[in-house]
């Protein structure tokens, strides 16, 4: 269990009530950033539960986790609620007492209910600040890692949360490589590759908001002399460069979701298809290819037989390394396949 022990002047601020503990007054702990954990006095004397405030999670699961149609994630001290039903939408004051008689008073509680499921449900978007304030510039640290989210704005919540762990796999793929980031969006898997040795990145996206928040990410890291930044149409861009014959160490495709429902499957098909053939014939021989789907109607099994028509058709041994999922807090209930929605294959290219 995730815990951190006060000193006496920790647990006098505590019993107070305040909502806030200081760095100078955590003696010990066992915890990771993001982590919820039990507050112990210095005679190890539960005092109540917290957040490490810099760090980021996914606190519900909607209906993976029996609540069906309400998200919550955690970003250092702001919590971000997305519903996506009518019944959601009236249990979010609930859910807001909830957070704040467990955790104290945040920093802020967003609701950011305006994906587009909502106009299947007949619910107009949202987007509105619940309680507190959202700092100018929100930075989350996760694991030696500083990023930048956009709340307010960010795609899903703010942030791809779901990559976290998948992101530190390519990483340690990437020392002494070149790699390719393709759909960068934030940059993250870049700024991580870097951090871990990468010689050097280039990132993709056709969003120039997305690239300005890389381009910091890549600045409040110290990396940002190793990676170069493309507004481009990244399918096209990268049809161009598998015919210039470009060679990466490492190849990152993490797209946009292609089928957002079984009608949309076949159509789907051809696009990862061919996608994944151009970034196969960029990669250098013994080099990873990482491929990304969050397209919940396409199971995994699907995915990995579209990627192994890709290569039989680049001609090159492509060998199945990991499948991977979502990060851990994502649930995933058996029952409801629908949750294990992210795939992601890391792939040995000869």
């Known amino acids: 269990m995730a815990r951190v022990r006060l000193s006496g002047r920790g647990r006098r601020r505590a019993d107070s009530g305040h909502p806030w503990i200081f760095a100078d007054d955590v003696v010990a702990t066992e915890a990771e950033p993001g982590d919820v954990v039990a507050v112990n006095g210095p005679d190890e004397r539960l005092l109540g539960w917290g957040l490490d405030p810099k760090g980021a999670c996914r606190v519900l699961a909607g209906d993976a986790d029996l609540v069906p149609g309400l998200v919550i994630d955690h970003y250092a001290g702001v919590f971000v609620l997305q519903s996506g039903t009518p019944g959601a939408d009236r249990l979010i004051p609930t859910f807001v007492d909830a957070l704040v008689e467990l955790c104290g008073e945040p920093r802020a509680i967003v609701d950011r209910s305006d994906a587009s499921v909502r106009r299947l449900e007949g619910l107009e978007k949202r987007v509105e600040v619940l309680r507190g304030a959202v700092p100018e510039q929100l930075d989350v640290l996760e694991d030696g890692l500083v990023y930048e989210v956009d709340v307010l704005h960010g795609h899903k919540t703010g942030h791809y949360l779901d990559q976290r762990f998948n992101r530190r796999r390519a990483a340690e793929l990437s020392r002494g490589r070149a790699m390719l980031d393709a759909f960068c969006y934030d940059g993250l898997f870049a700024v991580r590759a870097a951090l871990a040795g990468a010689t050097q990145v280039l990132c993709l996206d056709q969003s120039e908001p997305a690239l300005e928040r890389a381009r910091r990410n890549a600045q409040r890291n110290g990396v940002a002399d190793k990676l170069a930044f493309e507004r481009v149409d990244v399918m096209r861009d990268l049809r161009t460069r598998a015919d210039l014959d470009g060679r990466f160490g490492v190849v990152v ?92 294959v890391f792939l040995r290219v000869e």
């Open 253 to 344: 495709i993490d797209p946009p979701a292609f089928a957002r429902n079984k009608a949309e499957l076949e159509g789907a098909e051809r696009g990862y298809r061919e996608l994944n053939l151009r970034a196969l014939k960029l990669v250098e021989p013994g080099g990873q290819l990482v491929s990304a789907s969050c397209s919940h109607a396409m199971k995994a099994e699907h995915f990995v037989a579209v990627i192994a028509q890709a290569a039989h058709l680049s001609g090159r041994a492509v060998y199945l390394e990991e499948l991977l999922g979502a990060s851990p807090d994502h649930s995933a209930l058996l029952v409801l396949p629908e949750s294990s929605y992210l795939k992601c």
